[in-house]
């Protein structure tokens, strides 16, 4: 008999993609460092169920992301990135929009002025754009390219694919960097406005990274379970790890829906856990898949010593190796969520291969040799695609017979 799948095939049209976010772990709880009062919200979203919103009066308000390995040494991830972003409110004041750091220190930024203007800097060589934005209160796409030019040099931004500024010079761009800051920063004074930010993926090479929308995959079945349990006690796992936003509480209190546990001291301790399909989330045969990424949420239950993991996408695609990580980065026993949770991500794999109809699976794998307790509280697959796919990849039906 013979087995018929379609597969999405695309050949790769960028640079190597490290990160995907479309806020739609619905809580500031997604990202490490927080600077002002931004917020997560479902009300105003250009795609998914949530987008950031930044709102202050006279303060900043963004996020910040870091990549932390096991043992906390930071990976270097961030070169260019692309966002969408909504005015509903101008900035009152010169501020950063995007960024790209190491550990506190701006190396790059995006920066709109209280013009609309958008000036690309890296705090010494800037370009300014003669366009404006304005507060029209739609969606749109901001692209950022550094070091576009021959020998790795230069930034440069498009608004709707048309670029706006450029500048050819900076050696910034020649490096690769370990913190993404996403949201409103100001620079001399604080900010007041109202801007929201959605869809956002970024690269560790030069590229202009395109359109696209990010959805979250989430846990809709067990596939393997190991030595994991709920948090009762549960053999059932994927009702602990599918909650938007997740729900986990202090060890002592936790249960069979808050969080999973395992205090296997195998060193390949792995949890598998079913998604739904890209179908599901909505992703036709006409679209085209950029890039997808594994993400889970965790922490540690007792402060008696390192609990390490992986993190990887196990299938569909296939080819993966996990991502190392300290369990709540080993800052201390979890408490009610957000309280010491720490959210971790997996490597990134552009253009993938997979099956549309077919489920992925999303692993975290204890790996220390201690009986002490690792928690989960959720796991989940960004993909980031573009509907209709653009015309510089290739799409094809392919037809497996086994």
């Given at each position: 008999?013979?087995?018929?799948?379609?597969l999405l095939l695309c050949l790769p049209a960028?640079?190597?993609?490290?990160?995907?976010?479309?806020?739609?772990?619905?809580?500031?709880?997604?990202?490490?460092?927080?600077?002002?009062?931004?917020?997560?919200?479902?009300?105003?979203?250009?795609?998914?169920?949530?987008?950031?919103?930044?709102?202050?009066?006279?303060?900043?308000?963004?996020?910040?992301?870091?990549?932390?390995?096991?043992?906390?040494?930071?990976?270097?991830?961030?070169?260019?990135?692309?966002?969408?972003?909504?005015?509903?409110?101008?900035?009152?004041?010169?501020?950063?929009?995007?960024?790209?750091?190491?550990?506190?220190?701006?190396?790059?930024?995006?920066?709109?002025?209280?013009?609309?203007?958008?000036?690309?800097?890296?705090?010494?060589?800037?370009?300014?754009?003669?366009?404006?934005?304005?507060?029209?209160?739609?969606?749109?796409?901001?692209?950022?390219?550094?070091?576009?030019?021959?020998?790795?040099?230069?930034?440069?931004?498009?608004?709707?694919?048309?670029?706006?500024?450029?500048?050819?010079?900076?050696?910034?761009?020649?490096?690769?960097?370990?913190?993404?800051?996403?949201?409103?920063?100001?620079?001399?004074?604080?900010?007041?406005?109202?801007?929201?930010?959605?869809?956002?993926?970024?690269?560790?090479?030069?590229?202009?990274?395109?359109?696209?929308?990010?959805?979250?995959?989430?846990?809709?079945?067990?596939?393997?379970?190991?030595?994991?349990?709920?948090?009762?006690?549960?053999?059932?796992?994927?009702?602990?790890?599918?909650?938007?936003?997740?729900?986990?509480?202090?060890?002592?209190?936790?249960?069979?829906?808050?969080?999973?546990?395992?205090?296997?001291?195998?060193?390949?301790?792995?949890?598998?856990?079913?998604?739904?399909?890209?179908?599901?989330?909505?992703?036709?045969?006409?679209?085209?898949?950029?890039?997808?990424?594994?993400?889970?949420?965790?922490?540690?239950?007792?402060?008696?010593?390192?609990?390490?993991?992986?993190?990887?996408?196990?299938?569909?695609?296939?080819?993966?190796?996990?991502?190392?990580?300290?369990?709540?980065?080993?800052?201390?026993?979890?408490?009610?969520?957000?309280?010491?949770?720490?959210?971790?991500?997996?490597?990134?794999?552009?253009?993938?291969?997979?099956?549309?109809?077919?489920?992925?699976?999303?692993?975290?794998?204890?790996?220390?040799?201690?009986?002490?307790?690792?928690?989960?509280?959720?796991?989940?697959?960004?993909?980031?695609?573009?509907?209709?796919?653009?015309?510089?990849?290739?799409?094809?039906?392919?037809?497996i017979v086994p």
């Amino acid at each position: 008999m013979k087995l018929l799948a379609l597969l999405l095939l695309c050949l790769p049209a960028w640079g190597a993609h490290t990160y995907i976010t479309g806020f739609e772990m619905g809580s500031l709880g997604e990202f490490p460092v927080i600077g002002g009062f931004p917020s997560i919200q479902g009300t105003t979203v250009r795609t998914g169920a949530f987008a950031l919103q930044v709102n202050p009066t006279a303060t900043d308000g963004f996020v910040r992301v870091r990549s932390l390995a096991a043992g906390g040494a930071e990976r270097n991830l961030f070169r260019s990135a692309r966002m969408y972003m909504r005015i509903a409110t101008m900035v009152d004041t010169d501020s950063i929009i995007l960024a790209i750091l190491d550990g506190a220190n701006y190396k790059q930024r995006i920066i709109l002025l209280s013009t609309g203007a958008l000036r690309v800097s890296d705090g010494t060589v800037t370009a300014t754009s003669t366009n404006l934005l304005t507060a029209d209160n739609q969606w749109h796409l901001i692209e950022w390219d550094n070091g576009w030019n021959v020998g790795g040099v230069g930034m440069r931004v498009k608004v709707d694919s048309v670029e706006w500024a450029s500048e050819a010079t900076s050696t910034v761009p020649t490096s690769v960097f370990n913190t993404l800051q996403i949201g409103v920063g100001g620079i001399a004074t604080f900010p007041t406005c109202n801007i929201y930010f959605d869809d956002t993926i970024a690269s560790d090479s030069s590229a202009y990274l395109g359109a696209g929308q990010a959805i979250l995959l989430r846990p809709i079945s067990d596939n393997t379970d190991g030595a994991w349990v709920g948090g009762g006690g549960g053999t059932s796992l994927f009702p602990a790890v599918d909650n938007i936003p997740p729900v986990g509480v202090a060890e002592a209190s936790d249960t069979d829906t808050s969080q999973i546990n395992s205090a296997s001291k195998s060193g390949t301790d792995a949890v598998i856990i079913n998604t739904q399909s890209y179908t599901t989330g909505g992703i036709g045969a006409s679209d085209t898949i950029n890039a997808v990424m594994a993400i889970c949420n965790d922490g540690e239950g007792i402060n008696t010593g390192t609990k390490t993991g992986t993190v990887r996408i196990q299938a569909n695609p296939s080819g993966q190796t996990g991502q190392s990580f300290d369990f709540g980065d080993n800052v201390g026993d979890i408490d009610t969520f957000p309280t010491r949770w720490r959210t971790h991500i997996g490597p990134v794999t552009a253009s993938p291969s997979v099956t549309l109809g077919n489920s992925p699976t999303v692993e975290v794998v204890k790996t220390d040799t201690t009986t002490r307790t690792a928690h989960a509280d959720f796991m989940g697959i960004y993909v980031d695609y573009t509907p209709g796919g653009p015309a510089s990849t290739v799409r094809r039906r392919v037809t497996i017979v086994p």
